[in-house]
Each structure stands twice: as structure tokens, then as C-alpha cells.
DNA sequence: TATTGTTATACTCTATAACTATA
DNA sequence: TATAGTTATAGAGTATAACAATA
């Protein structure tokens, strides 16, 4: 049946860097997500939440630059996490245009949750690596996502739109 | 504007494996389009053709398998491939139900040419890195990946439809 | 005239099922 | 009855434009 299919050589992507960040960052998001599913988080809430509670009652536009994505993507994640309950939307202080967006009592237990859920996933995908050898792994991705110019703690695939185009 | 937005400590994120991972293989898979875009290919299909040189006349079906793709799927990319002039159906010798995949002679060309373009782009991603560091660094995301389960040069991007059920 | 939040629409991707021709 | 290839349809996700309220 599959007498006449000669095996070559092994695929030379798997000894390729790039190849292997790919691959290992593909599964690794879709991994962490799955870890997050029974907070009832996806992982864009999980990094919405996280921001706003580095500074509650910034508005919806500065949480979308802080983030790189469009405001129009932030509306549809600020009303995810205001049907689950997680954040509330007040009236800015000094804009009536703009909302001021708090986190709920809920959230900052669910965050707490999630961080203690970050952890673990953390030490599951490091688990083959001695003290040494993560301390490493971690400075060398660092310098690869400083060099790529990767903003500390911002992640690409929220950014799909280009937040600096205007309407029009 | 923004004098009562206090700056609190930075996003942890930036300092957890997992998040590093996820974040420069999105980028990294995002720039790597990017890169072979002046071939006119994506990297699926990149990958598709470099499966389809490690042993032509292959079925559709035994591809799909080696990539773990669905072969709804693999239909649409062999259409793409097909009306790019780079793959030829013909008919499998022993199984008039399937198809025998091959390459033509300028999708070699083109192949050895998105070779030496990923070569590049390679460079490019380990530019910050020397040579020892380059090295530790692929090991260590080696074992990684083994240690996630990751077959050698499978792309889990690829692979989203569960190739194991039948259509039923 | 520009900006904030919102909504609507179109477009792309993926998943699933169903069909045909063979086995 | 099962399998290879194909096609069609529905759903999720994203991009773009347009609108009302306010600056």
C-alpha cells in the first residue's frame, strides 16, 4: 500500500529557528487557551484584562492603542468581558465622548485566577528544561522579540489592523 | 491627556516562555509570509511543496495525512498549487479513485529558490544571536517541541480539522 | 473639522456535511 | 460498506466604512 513511497531524508524545517518558533508558538497559544477555557477566558480577554488593571479608567481608545488593535475590535471585547460581568463602562471623567473602563470585584478574583492558571501552564511548557537552561531559553527569546522590535508584552496577532489609518 | 494615567510596573507577560513563544512565532510565521510573498507563495504552500519532494506520486489522500490536514483541505491547496502550473494530478497506478501528485519542472526551480529564501530569513531572525547561542538556542526549542508532542516539521497551523473522523 | 464609540457590511477561513466514482 | 476526491454551505473572525455624539 505504501510499498512504493521511497523515505527520504527528514524535513530540514524542523532544524530551521524560524520554523521552530512557528510551530512552537502556534501550539503553545492554542494550548494556553485551552488551559484558560475553563476560567471561561480566551487568551485577547485574558491580555485585555491584564492591561486594564495596570491602570484602570482609561478609555476604550487608549486601551486599543495600548494594545495595537483598532477601537472597532475593543468594542466587541469590552462588551465580552461587561456581559461576563468582568468590567464596567462609566463615564469618563473629562471626555463625554469617552468611557472610563473599570474592572469588576469579579475580575480582580478571576484575574488572580488566571495569573495562578499562567503559572502552571508556564511550568508545564518548561517542564523539560532545568533552572539553567530556562533562565537562558527566556534571555534568548527576548533578544529575538527585541531585535524583531516586539513590544514587551503586546502580542501580534491582537494587532491585526492598523491603528494608525483613520476612518476614511 | 494622559497626566492621570499612573504607570504601574510592566506587563509581566514579557518575562513568561510561554507568552515570549507565542508572541515570536506569530510574528516570526507573519514575517516568513512576508518573505516568500515575492514568490508568490504562502508558507502552507511552501510547506505543501517541500511534503510533495520528499516523495512524489503520493496521493492527495496520504499527503493530507502527513501534513494531519483534513482533505477537504488539501483539495483547495493542490487546486492552488495545479493552477500555478507547480503540481500535476495524474492518474495513480494502482487506485483509479486517486490521485498521483507531482511536481513540475518550474515548481523545482521555484522550490530551490523559497529554500534559499527561507535561508535568508533565517539569518535575519537569528541576526542578534552567535553562533554558540544560535545553536543552544535551536536545541533548546527542540526539546520543546518533543516534549510538546510536536511531530518534526508539522506545522500545527495546518492541522485544525481532526483528519481521524470520517465524514459522517 | 477631528475624535470616541458604535454598528453594518463584506471578505476570508475553517468546519461539516454530502455527493461521485471507485474499491 | 468503506475510501479518494470534490463540492456546497454555514459559521467564526477580520477589515472597512459609515454614523451619532461630542470635542
Given at each position: 500500500m505504501a510499498a512504493d513511497i521511497p523515505q527520504l531524508?527528514?524535513?530540514?524545517?524542523?532544524?530551521r529557528a524560524g520554523f521552530l518558533l512557528s510551530q512552537l508558538g502556534f501550539h503553545t497559544a492554542q494550548r494556553f487557551a485551552e488551559h484558560l477555557a475553563p476560567l471561561g477566558l480566551q487568551p485577547k480577554h485574558f491580555g485585555l484584562l491584564m492591561h486594564v488593571s495596570r491602570g484602570e479608567g482609561r478609555s476604550q481608545q487608549q486601551l486599543a492603542d495600548a494594545l495595537a488593535i483598532h477601537r472597532n475590535v475593543m468594542v466587541g471585547l469590552m462588551d465580552d468581558l461587561e456581559d461576563r460581568g468582568l468590567t464596567e463602562r462609566r463615564r469618563h471623567p473629562s471626555d463625554r465622548r469617552a468611557h472610563a473602563v473599570y474592572l469588576t470585584a469579579a475580575a480582580h478574583g478571576l484575574l488572580a485566577r488566571a495569573q495562578r492558571s499562567a503559572d502552571t501552564f508556564e511550568a508545564e511548557v518548561l517542564a523539560p528544561l532545568d533552572e539553567a537552561d530556562r533562565t537562558h531559553l527566556i534571555a534568548l527569546l527576548q533578544r529575538l522579540a527585541e531585535h524583531a522590535g516586539l513590544p514587551a508584552g503586546i502580542h501580534p496577532g491582537l494587532q491585526r489592523a492598523d491603528s494608525q489609518a483613520a476612518d476614511r
Open positions: 531524508a527528514p524535513t530540514p524545517l524542523a532544524g
